[in-house]
């Protein structure tokens, strides 16, 4: 048995050595980017504009495109730029401008070799977003991913993004293009307006505030008063913002302002919107209903199915708890969480031999639900 000993604490020491290993590799797959499929090349149309040689960015035939990156929302990005690709009949004219955290894992090199895998030719920047910016002003919400510094992100589009693109569309990361986004684009933004959006004048807009607020007589309905219209209820998921007005207006200053406030009594549940309507409702240019089908995720506790609004679509949104991605690989999914998966280029574990995305012709408009 003393013989012995030796070679069993050998083997110990050897099992004890692979399981380390193991976990640690389990650790970095773990940590490790989703695989991605490449998406079909595509090419401007007839009749689009030129690119200006050495311009770049500040090109002004660009369609510029804002969106938040990050490594548990990748899935949705991917999914929502293959849409706007497809759709888009001067696809190589936008302009991707991502907001990625400065101090998340996987890191922002990694986030550019994904896109860049997926999207060869794909026009786009990365900036850096300081989550300390914001994490100071940041107050509890109804749910807890709505706390996420990077949601606010959108306060600092005007700060982050070139001086020379003059405005730009955001979009949330669960959203899906089936038209050419150029329409939205080309919204017209009259000299009093800074934000469009679809407007939903029948919700009950006083709900996305706390009777606090309602009752303080220095807030209130005395916030809206003397606006162009009156307030109502706009989703922030997708905006045309005009940025120069944005900068000039310091209004990436005034939604901090109440922000502070919400920390000192609470005026409101939800996260990141309700500085928007305070700023905003009113004085938003409206835009067409079909480009923010919103609501497809549920409500923020449930995120149960909900079907499209009556009407045309030219963009569908799963804003609300439940996303298509998560409802598909727990295997209840939703109706329309079949459409988002035609635009799906994630490559599961077991679809080591997916090399591409689904063909163009496969997801032609009549596959669609409309």
């Known amino acids: 048995m003393a013989a012995a000993a030796p070679a069993m604490r050998a083997g110990l020491v050897l099992v004890a050595f692979l399981l380390l290993a193991a976990s640690g590799a389990g650790a970095r797959a773990e940590g490790a980017l989703p695989r991605f499929a490449e998406a079909p090349e595509y ?30 929302y990748l899935r949705g990005s991917m999914a929502a730029i293959y849409s706007l690709l497809k759709h888009a009949s001067c696809p190589e004219s936008l302009f991707f401008h991502f907001l990625a955290a400065d101090a998340a894992a996987p890191g922002v090199g990694e986030l550019r070799s994904a896109l860049a895998a997926s999207f060869p030719s794909l026009r786009f920047e990365i900036y850096p977003f300081r989550a300390d910016a914001v994490t100071g002003l940041i107050s509890a919400s109804v749910r807890a991913a709505l706390e996420a510094p990077l949601n606010y992100a959108r306060n600092y589009l005007a700060d982050l993004l070139p001086k020379c693109v003059p405005r730009a569309i955001y979009l949330d990361s669960d959203v899906l293009a089936v038209d050419d986004v150029r329409r939205l684009w080309e919204t017209r933004l009259p000299a009093a307006a800074v934000v469009a959006a679809p407007e939903y004048c029948h919700a009950n807009f006083s709900r996305y505030f706390t009777d606090a607020f309602w009752s303080d007589p220095d807030l209130g309905a005395r916030v809206f008063a003397g ?26 200053h005034r939604v901090e302002q109440w922000m502070e406030l919400q920390k000192e009594k609470r005026i409101y549940e939800l996260g990141s919107l309700p500085p928007f309507l305070l700023l905003f409702a009113g004085e938003v240019e409206a835009v067409d209903h079909r480009w923010n089908q919103h609501g497809l995720g549920g409500d923020n506790i449930l995120g149960s199915c ?12 799963w804003s609300g708890k439940g996303k298509p991605w998560d409802r598909l690989d727990a295997g209840r ?38």
Not at 43 to 67: F, K, S, T, W
Not at 306 to 317: A, D, E, I
Not at 335 to 363: C, E, F, N, R, V
């Open 43 to 72: 090419r401007n149309g007839e009749g689009c504009p030129a690119a200006v040689a050495g311009a770049g960015v500040c090109d002004p035939g660009l369609v510029h495109i804002a969106m938040t990156l990050d490594a548990h």
């Open 306 to 317: 909900r079907p499209l609004h009556k009407g045309p679509v030219s963009l569908m949104h």
């Open 227 to 252: 606006r162009r219209r009156a307030p109502c209820y706009f989703n922030t998921g997708v905006m045309v913002i005009d940025l120069r007005r944005w900068r000039s207006g310091n209004y990436r």
């Open 333 to 370: 999914p939703c109706p329309l969480d079949h459409t988002w998966k035609s635009y799906d280029l994630y490559i599961g574990d077991g679809d080591a031999s997916q090399a591409s995305a689904p063909s163009w012709a496969s997801l032609s408009s009549s596959a669609l639900p409309w």
